[in-house]
């Protein structure tokens, strides 16, 4: 149970990723964070902020933890516990079959893409089997997102085979991540004021 007189740390700003992330999304930010601040890294070792890190994965990572989490974010940030629910279940991409986990999926497939090019410029690849997993669909969805996603521009093929985002890809991601900051900040105070 999450201790509400300790002083509150805001999990999901500690992954740099959003309360809407859904699971895959948090595990990839995770293992990067985790791997760049490692206490053993030699250049970029940070061991306070690793072990927030490794705080804040162990909180989100379990579905009631998380929701135990985000009754007490809803209500630290100032807003009706039952509209913060509300709010973040219809911006959480859909679990089920369909268009939901298709915008999942894609999505789960750039930033795990934005983040290896940031990682390593000169080897920005990631193989297509590697992508089924961590987007966590089937052969054939795999083959249909990276189709779209090659056809929009947003990503191509590496000269070792493997697919990295493109230039397209990065101004996407980033326009999406300010869209949805933009989106709950506005509901967020659209929630306080009705709150009011």
Known sequence: MINETEDFV???AMLDVLPTADGSTIE??????AKRFH???????DPIRFEAIIAAHNVL???ERRAEYDRLYAARAGR????????????????SEGVGSDVGAQTT??????????ENAGKPGISAPHLQRMADCSLEHIDFHIWYL?????????????????????DHV???????????RLIAQAADASAA
């Open 10 to 12: 805001d999990h999901y």
């Open 61 to 63: 990572k379990s579905r």
């Open 28 to 33: 990839h930010v995770f293992r990067h964070l």
């Open 39 to 45: 206490p053993d890294h030699l250049e970029t070792a």
């Open 150 to 170: 090659r056809e929009k521009g947003l990503i191509q093929r590496t000269d070792e085979g493997l697919w990295a985002i493109t230039v397209v890809g990065i």
């Open 80 to 95: 009706r516990q039952n509209g913060a629910a509300q709010i973040a279940g219809a911006l959480r991409p859909l679990e």
């Open 109 to 118: 497939i750039l930033l795990a893409l934005y983040y290896k090019r940031r």
């Open 174 to 184: 980033m326009t999406e991540h300010q869209r949805k900051t933009t989106e709950i």
